[in-house]
């Protein structure tokens, strides 16, 4: 079975089987040519599957809330998946990968989980993450929740580029909720105020309201939304509110679809992949080249001069600029 | 993305052996060696070790043992998986009586970490392990 090609492994994907859709999602995560060849065997099939991202701070309860979340999906007849990432160690390039503890319940209820690393350089997520959703997509899944830590621009990226973008706070965060406005809260759709049994937790929600008042004063939210980003209260160990937050997001891909949104969000998706890749293609391709130019100069003595006029003068002979 | 892919080890304990922290030990070795460690924790079953496997596309299986039931659940974990044909290779560390490896690996059983292994030889047993993935 380990032989199968990628036509075979996305037939037998399609109709249900996990372990080929486990084995394709490795060939995506891995890059190169076989995870272009099931970006091509699988890319006119996707388009089923809600694609929902899920962020939040570390510890704010993410893998507790979407372990409730989708075991009632499951429970309610849907098929459920989950993109976990976690994040690599820059030094080693391993992780630990934990999301499935507490997500135990939810395998038992038949939610499929896959955990992904990021794997160091952060061009590979943005490249990994949409192919990895097509292949859950492909294979009968829906919704298909991308669960990140939310403490990186590439993360907050990744949770931006879906249907639906929740964002996970909880009380106790007090500043964090100040610094993380211009990135993290910006880009959500739906706000789930987690561990909302707490006693701060109205102080959280306030906070979040004062923060979308600004918002439509100054006009500065998200300019492809609906409406004003729903506010949930959930307590993700006992399930209150997770009901409420399952119905409303399910409404927002209602409300995106009637507006005509939909269509829109995907198609500036599918073009930011193409700058991804876009990208990945033209550092891959000049970085020889950078290092070739970089070992010549370590070879000599530094010039008297600013390092960035050193490097100015290096980059103009690689790109040929006939000027210098 | 030239270099290999990171090797993936699905780490788990089995029903109530609740002492977790040499697998914890052990899942920072994994990590530290450039593994990739989907740690399961305590109180998992043979389906969930299943299930994740499957799901994670796991290159290699690691098992914490400290109840005495290595000789009784390691070649039930070793048969679980190959009746669910999952060729995965399982790895068992925690108490093992040197006199018991050799019914161990009889049993198919690709493995074993006895107290005290150096990360480097935990990482290297998993290696090899994983080489049996083509990994």
New interface residues.
């Given amino acids: 079975m380990a032989d199968r090609g990628v036509p075979e492994l996305v037939a037998a994907a399609r109709g249900g089987e996990l372990r080929a859709t486990a084995r394709l999602l490795t060939l995506v995560e891995r890059g190169g040519d076989p995870a272009d060849r099931v970006a091509e065997a699988t890319h006119r099939h996707v388009g089923n599957a809600h694609v929902i991202g899920l962020t939040g701070p570390p510890g704010s309860g993410k893998s507790t809330l979407t372990a409730a979340w989708t075991t009632q999906l499951a429970a309610d007849g849907r098929r459920p998946a989950v993109l976990a990432v976690d994040p690599s160690s820059p030094l080693t390039g391993g992780a630990i990968l934990g999301d499935r503890v507490r997500m135990a319940g939810a395998t038992a209820a038949g939610v499929f989980i896959r955990s992904m690393a990021t794997r160091g350089h952060a061009g590979g997520l943005a490249l990994a993450v949409p192919g990895m959703v097509r292949v859950l997509d492909i294979a009968g899944f829906d919704p298909v929740i991308v669960e990140t830590v939310g403490v990186g621009q590439v993360e907050v990226d990744v949770t931006a580029a879906t249907d639906t973008a929740v964002v996970v706070v909880t009380p106790g965060m007090g500043d964090a909720v100040q610094a993380n406005k211009a990135g993290l809260l910006e880009v959500a759709d739906l706000f789930a105020v987690n561990k909302s049994d707490r006693p701060d937790a109205a102080d959280v929600r306030r906070d979040l309201e004062l923060m979308l008042d600004l918002s439509k004063l100054t006009g500065h939210g998200r300019h492809d939304a609906v409406a004003r980003p729903t506010i949930v209260s959930t307590v993700a160990t006992t399930g209150r509110g997770v009901a409420e937050l399952a119905e409303a997001v399910d409404a927002h891909f209602v409300e995106l679809t009637d507006a005509g949104l939909l269509e829109a969000r995907r198609q500036v998706r599918r073009r930011a992949e193409v700058r991804s890749h876009l990208e990945h293609l033209v550092l891959t391709a000049s970085a020889a080249a950078v290092e070739m130019a970089f070992a010549a100069a370590s070879r000599a003595d530094l010039p008297d001069e600013p390092p960035g006029a050193t490097a100015r003068r290096l980059a103009e002979r690689l790109l040929g600029d006939p000027g210098s | 993305?030239a270099d290999a892919?990171?090797v993936r080890v699905v780490l788990a304990k089995l029903g109530l052996d609740g002492h977790d922290r040499g697998l914890k030990v052990v899942?920072?070795m994994?990590?530290?060696?450039?593994?990739?460690?989907?740690?399961?924790?305590l109180?998992?079953t043979t389906?969930?070790i299943i299930?994740?496997v499957?799901?994670?596309?796991a290159d290699v299986v690691g098992i914490s043992m400290l109840n005495a039931g290595h000789l009784t659940l390691g070649p039930l974990v070793v048969d679980a998986l190959a009746d669910a044909?999952?060729?995965v290779p399982v790895v068992i560390g925690g108490i093992v009586p040197d006199e018991d490896r050799p019914t161990l690996a009889a049993a198919g059983v690709a493995g074993v970490l006895g107290p005290g292994s150096p990360a480097d030889e935990v990482v290297a047993c998993v290696r090899a392990a994983a080489a049996r993935r083509?990994l």
């Fill in positions: 993305m892919p990171p899942a920072r994994l990590r530290d060696g450039g593994m990739e460690v989907v740690y399961l924790g109180r998992q389906r969930s299930d994740a499957e799901q994670e596309d044909g999952l060729d083509g």
